[in-house]
């Protein structure tokens, strides 16, 4: 019973809160807003958060795997597909191929 205890808690995703901001670094910083701001929290392999770009806030949702890897996407004012990808407790990217995007954001609680 302890064996199949200790498996199911590794086999789970981490959970918590992460925040911070982050200045644009992919493509053309230029035309990002200076800075981006988020919060990230992530309960029963679920992540919900907000990207806050200074002119709009964009919330987010994907699942976690249990190594803490997630993935989304979601398109923004302009018709253009942004994609956020990461790992908790290491880093993540808001990525616009049109323009520019944040790149290896630090995720550290």
């Not at 064996?3 to 789970?12: G, K, R, W």
């Not at 809160?17 to 493509?27: C, F, R, S, V």
């Not at 004012?77 to 944040?102: Q, S």
Request: with cysteine.
């Amino acid at each position: 019973m302890l064996l199949a205890f200790s498996a199911l808690a590794m086999a789970q995703a981490p959970s918590g809160k992460w925040t911070g901001d982050a200045a644009p670094n992919l493509g053309r910083p230029e035309r990002c807003q200076p800075k981006m701001m988020y919060e990230l929290n992530v309960e029963n392999g679920k992540l919900k958060g907000k990207l806050d770009f200074g002119t709009r806030v964009q919330e987010i949702e994907a699942d976690v795997t249990p190594d803490g890897k997630f993935e989304t996407t979601f398109i923004n004012p302009f018709g253009h597909t942004l994609k956020v990808f990461g790992k908790l407790d290491d880093n993540f990217t808001v990525d616009n191929p049109i323009r520019c995007g944040w790149g290896n954001i630090p995720l550290k609680r």
